[in-house]
């Protein structure tokens, strides 16, 4: 069973004045087929430069890749020129974005942008040919109408719309794998669950592994079935959804579970996590988390916990956790 992306060490980093600020420091991960691996973190965490980094689209400069390899299908990613990259984007690896416009031209009818992204990925469709798997691609994403969905203009489709057709564009392309960078954040939570949906079910049909990034655990536990908790540029948790949201084992993924506003719970029991997150410039010698963390020991602040196994396919970085767990 043959992982369809395998990260190894990924380093990314941006040049600032001050310095290499590295965004993401050392990630590893497999994704297989029928998997939805979910990345959480709050901003800073690295989570979105990992995604971004999955597809190549650091711009350079200021960022940089600093090491590690992304292999899909037995090639590295991170050695492959422009416009080999270019076809891997969208053919191999679709894409959503967090900007449910983000994938489609203002100034083009939805019919003329999905035949032309058809037909650009397979010639030998041909306009008629195009335009018909225009409207399967629709009606997979459940749209009713979709005469009416062809002839408009994206600012004439609402958000939710616009993100149900770019996803669409993407999936009609089969690709082998699907990133999608926070792509219900920006919508309302029926389309968000509508979205969610979709992706899960297209995944459970076809086996289209997908990597969802995300800061919400709602988002999490609607649809992942693996976890990458990330915080301050490191992984700090790995695991399957349901042994890692039943028994967390580092402090900060406890402290994301517990944030999830309990809608019976008065408004004063909800959690927070204090603080800021680290200043990657300078990151603190110790653990990542440990500035913030409630169970840190002298220990957190002097040393970087390792990376490592936890029980099967578990994996945590905390010193305590590593040493039987958290109390
Ligand atoms: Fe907290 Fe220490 Fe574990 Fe870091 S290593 S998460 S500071 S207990």
Redesign the pocket.
Known sequence: NHPVLRVRNLKTGFATPAGMVVAVDGVDFDLHRNEILAIIGESGSGKTVTALSLIRLITSPPGRYLGGSIEIGGRDLLSLDETAMETVRGKTIGMIFQNPRASLDPSFTIEFQLTETLLRHDPALGRKGARAAATKALQEVGFPDIPRVLASYPHQLSGGMCQRIGLAMVLACKPELLIADEPTTALDVGVQAKILLLLKKRSRETGLPIVIITHDIGVVRAIATRVLVMYGGHV?EAGEIDELLAEPL???TKALIRSIPDPDAPADTMTFIKGEPPNLLAPPP?????PR?D???G???QKL?EWRAAGPGRMV?????AAGG?Q
């Open positions: 700090q580092h402090p900060y110790g653990c990542r988390f440990a963390c169970q840190a020991i220990l957190c602040h916990p970085r905390c010193h305590l956790a958290p």
